[in-house]
């Protein structure tokens, strides 16, 4: 009777999240598009003839859950309000004050839950403090918590600057002070950390053993443009909500183009070099993400918004129009930033466990 129940568990259980899965796109057309971008095609056959260890996974499957998920993603919403923000108050109008200002706060809170995050997948808050105990410009994870830590200064240092700017701190000695320290000055040293935070997480990521992540040396520019164009989204979002002025809007929707395009044209770049190792990702076999990944992240997360940016750009539509269509993009683009990292880490944990592609991504490149 036992043996009878568990399969039928098994199929109810399952049988919603496939359902909602297989909505968004069709499994032909997903496969389709792995196969073109990686310019690979299983072949079970010829894949089940390659040495392993009786199949058992070479290497231990990566322990980063949620947490790591949102931190990578608050992380470099961080980054790319700060540069955006430097961008915005040292080579920007009067009436780009507010892409300044808006960039520096929203840098501060997305910031703030970082810690926090890293801490708890640590496991233990002492693990963090013994990581502060060195240095070593060879380890990825020492130079990430260091830059972590860097850029958390810079970054509550000119969210307060520009709190004293705008008169939010009042009158006193102390706030006429930190009025009068050089602003722009102290933003160039926070953007280099801020473009080392939005960058180091995909360069982490590639410097693990997993095929996925390893294969490609691209992540690291991936996660950079993606954070800034994340981060023009949510700070055009917010502007659009305060009602900011038309032209500055046009320059935060310029930004978020480029951004989308260099993106893309990255990712695209990455499947090409990863070939067989992407497949986790955009494939649709039990385990892989090709489903998720085509149809939230380079569907509607990257190419819809960046199509309807384009004919906003082009376009010369009223302005509620403009303003309804914006507040969409943003959106779109927000959560398709945030899929991005969350399938790229799920669909690691799937590349960890194949044993001949493990194998086979150690091999020299011919």
């Not at 790591?68 to 980054?79: C, D, N």
């Not at 703030?112 to 693990?127: Q, V």
């Not at 569907?299 to 082009?314: A, I």
Request: aromatic share 10%; glycine share 10%.
């Amino acid at each position: 009777m036992e043996e009878i129940q568990l399969p039928v568990l098994e199929i109810v259980e399952r049988v919603p999240i496939l359902t909602r899965v297989e909505r968004l796109m069709p499994v032909q057309v997903a496969e389709n598009l792995a196969t073109l971008t990686t310019g690979y095609t299983p072949v079970p056959g010829q894949e089940l003839k390659e040495q392993s260890y009786y199949d058992y996974p070479v290497l231990k499957e990566p322990f980063w859950g949620w947490e790591i998920i949102w931190y990578f993603f608050f992380g470099g919403l961080a980054a790319g309000c700060f540069v955006i923000a430097s961008l915005a108050a040292l080579f920007g109008s009067r009436e780009d004050r507010a892409t300044a200002r808006t960039g520096y706060y929203l840098s501060l809170l997305a910031l703030l839950p970082c810690p926090a995050l890293l801490i708890k997948d640590l496991g233990r808050p002492e693990r963090f403090l013994h990581m502060l105990r060195m240095f070593k410009v060879r380890s990825p994870m020492s130079m990430g918590v260091w830059g972590l830590l860097s850029f958390s200064a810079f970054s509550g240092l000119m969210a307060l600057l520009q709190a004293a700017r705008n008169g939010l701190l009042g009158t006193w000695e102390g706030a006429r002070w930190l009025a009068r320290l050089p602003y722009k000055l102290l933003a160039v040293p926070g953007t280099f950390f801020a473009l080392f935070l939005g960058g180091y997480t995909g360069v982490l990521l590639a410097s693990t053993s997993v095929p996925l992540w390893s294969r490609s040396k691209l992540l690291g520019g991936i996660f950079l443009s993606s954070a800034v164009s994340t981060s023009s989204a949510l700070i055009s979002l917010v502007l659009r909500i305060f009602r900011a002025p038309t032209s500055t809007l046009h320059k935060l929707e310029r930004m978020e183009w480029a951004a989308l395009l260099v993106e893309m044209t990255g990712l695209l770049a990455f499947l090409r070099g990863s070939g067989r190792a992407a497949r986790p990702l955009v494939g649709t076999n039990p385990g892989e993400k090709g489903q998720i990944f085509w149809s939230i992240v380079a569907g509607s997360g990257l190419t819809l918004p960046w199509l309807l940016q384009t004919t906003s750009l082009l376009s010369k539509g009223g302005k509620k129009r403009k303003n309804g269509r914006g507040l969409l993009i943003s959106l779109l683009v927000l959560v398709g930033g945030y899929f991005l990292r969350k399938t790229m880490i799920e669909a690691g944990h799937t590349s960890s466990k194949d044993a001949r592609a493990t194998l086979w991504n150690a091999r020299p490149r011919s």
